[in-house]
């Protein structure tokens, strides 16, 4: 089965997505009061990103690319 380059894109996204969730994790419950806070705020937002992405539309591939962009930034502010 052929996938549109919307899917192929989303997979990949949501791989990403997936990988950084688990380091970033971990790298929070390890840290202070302040990044457990943070995480527990953003782990929804990742929770429904993930759903959403399950539909495999644009509307799910621009919330799981934000999703990924704000995991980003909250990992390099681990990395300090």
Known sequence: MET??????LRDTLDQLRRLRDEVRVQAHLGG?????????????????????EKASEESLRAAVEALRRLKIFKHGLDK
């Open 4 to 9: 549109s380059p919307i899917q192929s894109e």
């Open 33 to 53: 009061m302040e990044a457990k806070k943070a995480w527990d705020e953003l782990e929804p937002k990742l929770a429904e990103a993930d759903r959403l992405a």
